[in-house]
């Protein structure tokens, strides 16, 4: 099975500065795809950003962005301008291209934003 | 469109009762998921489903079963509820397109299980 590994339980950031949150998974395969979800304190899963393995192009959704390193199976997730409204706990997540085939989720990093 | 509701958001449970979490999706995805969340922990797959009729265990489904007989729901049963089973429990779903798994996953807010 595939692992993905969030080494930063916890992260802190002062409101507007940037911060960024470490993911690293391991898979032989060579066609999947990387998501960071947002769980805020009402627990809803929201999804923040995916990226597909086959594009070298970096994801960016608005003050989100990843940094994806395929060889190195690293997929960080960068919030510029910090918002109040962005702590939460992170999750990454691989799922495999492959039909039916189920998500892997890391063990989350919560993350504090410092007015 | 409701997107993927669950009722109920909180229920507690003695050891032994039985109890059905449901969940209900209205966007005509074929893929559907449980999982649970155990605290500071991430999400696990208990059972899935990729359409109606077709139910496949995940990685923790023991103390579970499922059905889905319709598109829309996809039930969870607990015949014996224990205290590991304490945790909160998201149902989700996704769509299949051009032969492919759609790869994002569309999560309910959740039910929060507690067994005592």
């Known amino acids: 099975a595939q692992t993905v590994t969030q080494s930063q339980p916890e992260m802190s950031v002062q409101e507007a500065e940037t911060v960024t949150l470490s993911c690293t998974y391991d898979t032989s395969e060579s066609d999947y795809y990387l998501f960071w979800y947002k769980q805020p304190p009402s627990r809803q899963m929201i999804l923040v950003i995916r990226q597909e393995a086959y594009k070298q192009q970096n994801a960016t959704e608005n003050r989100f962005s990843v940094n994806f390193q395929k060889a190195a199976k690293s997929f960080s997730l960068k919030i510029s301008d910090s918002q109040l409204g962005d702590a939460a706990m992170y999750f990454c997540a691989y799922r495999s291209a492959l039909l039916g085939n189920q998500f892997y989720f890391g063990t989350g990093t919560s993350l504090t934003v410092i007015p | 469109n409701a997107g993927v509701t669950q009722t109920p958001k909180f229920r507690i449970l003695k050891i032994g009762q039985s109890m059905t979490l449901q969940c209900t999706q209205d966007?005509?995805?074929?893929?559907m998921y449980w999982y649970r969340q155990d605290p500071g922990m991430g999400l696990k797959l208990i059972y899935y489903s990729v359409g109606a009729g077709i139910t496949d265990k995940g990685e923790v489904p023991n103390g579970y079963n499922v059905s889905r007989s319709t598109t829309e729901d996809f039930p969870l049963r607990l015949e014996l509820a224990a205290p590991s089973q304490t945790s909160v429990y998201f149902c989700a779903s996704s769509s299949l397109r051009a032969g492919r798994a759609q790869e994002t996953q569309y999560f309910g807010p959740g039910t929060r299980l507690l067994v005592l």
């Open positions: 966007m005509n995805h074929n893929y």
